[in-house]
């Protein structure tokens, strides 16, 4: 995770296809891991992805921005607006552990 101006950088591992839509793990490294309903098939599981964190982050979808990995499940997300222990308190809140 970077951080700068109010602007954070997230690392994302995403498994597409899932049951539900959640974040699943954070690894030690930040890197978040989260489950999409969304096919990896013309951008859905990108579009999923913003969209669910603007309902997470509470924040309009246009602060959200897919840096790197538009074809790819390792993903660098930008969130505009909020610092990193904004964005961590909120996901430690909702995350679901593998043993839950």
Same mark, same amino acid.
């Given at each position: 995770m970077a951080e700068g101006s109010n602007n954070? *950088? &997230? !690392? @994302?591992r995403v498994t597409p296809r899932a049951k539900r839509d959640e974040v699943y793990y954070i690894? /030690?490294?930040?890197?978040? !891991?989260i489950r999409l309903t969304a096919p990896p098939v013309e951008g859905k599981a990108n579009k999923? &992805?913003? !969209?669910?964190?603007?309902? @997470?982050? /509470? @924040?309009p979808r246009s602060q959200i921005e897919i840096l790197s990995g538009f074809k790819s499940r390792n993903k &660098?997300?930008? @969130?505009q607006g909020m610092d990193s222990v904004?964005?961590?308190n909120k996901l430690n809140g909702i995350v *679901?552990?593998?043993?839950?």
């Open positions: 954070t *950088k &997230l !690392k @994302i690894l /030690e490294d930040g890197t978040v !891991k999923a &992805l913003i !969209k669910y964190f603007s309902g @997470i982050f /509470e @924040i &660098l997300v930008n @969130i904004e964005i961590y *679901k552990r593998p043993d839950q």
